[in-house]
T-cell receptor, first 114, second 110 residues
Framework: DTGVSQNPRHKITKRGQNVTFRCDPI?????LYWYRQTLGQGPEFLTY????????KSRLLSDRFSAERPKGSFSTLEIQRTEQGDSAMYLC????????????FGEGSWLTVV | AQRVTQPEKLLSVFKGAPVELKCNYS??????LFWYVQYSRQRLQLLLR??SRESIKGFTADLNKGETSFHLKKPFAQEEDSAMYYC????????????FGSGTQLTVLP
């Protein structure tokens, strides 16, 4: 499967712990996005990278959240001092500018904070 | 701020019946509108976009700027159309940041 890859797929953590999710975009896609999705809702935009530069951040991305894409390839999303409200599906997506610029989503990483 | 509303969380139709999934948006500029679909145990994927004016899997959607709507339609529903459907909006000139509605779960009954 050459689609967007995310891991871990599921993570259960205790409140207050830090968690990190990894996203490997489709090869040659220089745009990468993180979204969050809670039960019964559509995905909500968190942040966007073009190559290694983080160009857009949502207000949803509090100080406890940090995303990186150090070499313009894979990306990590870290949540520090997790709270129960952080329980959600974290979706990564990627795209290549030009043409149809279709955004391709990964399968997501489920986070449960207990 | 932009907003996408999908008024129906659940929609059931019988196979062969027409189906319409409603989507309304609020945005003062010229947005791009999309429909995304998520089949059971699959990832979210693009179904169609308004600028392409295309028909995918028999589905069409017309952007009505006067009514700020982008309803998804299919004249004859099939059981394989059962899925979660999300309407989404991208701001003109943005880096494709998408604002999604809350989704409509479509069930096509045999």
């Amino acid at each position: 499967d050459t689609g967007v890859s995310q891991n871990p797929r599921h993570k259960i953590t205790k409140r207050g712990q830090n968690v990190t999710f990894r996203c490997d975009p489709i090869s040659e896609h220089n745009r990468l996005y993180w979204y969050r999705q809670t039960l019964g809702q559509g995905p909500e935009f968190l942040t966007y990278f073009q190559n290694e530069a983080q160009l857009e951040k949502s207000r949803l991305l509090s100080d406890r959240f940090s995303a990186e894409r150090p070499k313009g390839s894979f990306s990590t999303l870290e949540i520090q001092r997790t709270e129960q409200g952080d329980s959600a599906m974290y979706l990564c997506a990627s795209s290549f500018p030009g043409g149809r610029n279709t955004i391709y989503f990964g399968e997501g990483s489920w986070l449960t904070v207990v | 701020a932009q907003r996408v509303t999908q008024p129906e969380k659940l929609l059931s139709v019988f196979k062969g019946a027409p189906v319409e999934l409603k989507c309304n948006y609020s945005y003062s500029g010229s947005p791009e509108l999309f429909w995304y679909v998520q089949y059971s145990r699959q990832r979210l994927q693009l179904l169609l976009r308004h600028i392409s004016r295309e028909s995918i899997k028999g589905f069409t959607a017309d952007l009505n700027k006067g009514e700020t709507s982008f309803h998804l339609k299919k004249p004859f529903a099939q059981e394989e159309d059962s899925a979660m459907y999300y309407c989404a909006l991208s701001l003109s000139g943005s880096a494709r940041q998408l604002t999604f509605g809350s989704g409509t779960q479509l069930t096509v009954l045999p």
